[in-house]
């Protein structure tokens, strides 16, 4: 550490009131250059959540990998410059580890003539709003990240907007023995 200087200090100051001017100054001194603290891929792990913090990162995981955080930190600008918009939306749940999606705007309404299949994936629901949209995970999530799935739609997606369904095809239980039904999985809605 550089040595520190008191001048602050008045002439009289006792030796207590320098202890803790050290200790104070100990403490602040940050071990690292001041552009490592801004880069999300040189910042030190400890210093992720802060950089977050100031980057107004919606959503952060204490559970994350190391890698996933600096993934979502990294993202954060380019998902608040075009926040509002299904490009960013696609890039938040990208960096957030949840895979790609697809999104169905406008319900999507559908006429009767053969260019469609009707498989559920689109309804013919005379109630949909211009608003209303439904995301299609191209992979399976589980409940929580279900949770934070729809947090981080209800901060980016428009606040105009709103989530009809969300929806994985590609669901973990395809009643094969592969996966244990505790709780972790849905079948397919969430």
Known sequence: MPEVEFDVLPPHSGRAERALARAVAEQAFLPVEITRIWSPDRVPEAFLPFLAWALSVDHWDGLWSVERKREVVAASVE?????????????????????????????????????????????????????????????????????????LLNSVAPARCRLVSLDFRAVAHSYDGATRYDGAYDHGEA
């Open 79 to 151: 998902v608040h410059r075009h926040k509002g918009t299904p490009y960013a939306i696609k890039l938040a749940l990208r960096a957030a580890g949840l895979g790609d999606a697809t999104l169905i705007e406008r319900g999507e309404a559908q006429t009767y003539d053969g260019s469609a299949m009707h498989d559920g994936a689109i309804t013919c629901d005379q109630d949909g709003h211009w608003a209303d949209y439904r995301v299609i995970m191209a992979q399976p999530i589980a409940n929580r990240q279900a949770a934070l799935l729809r947090r």
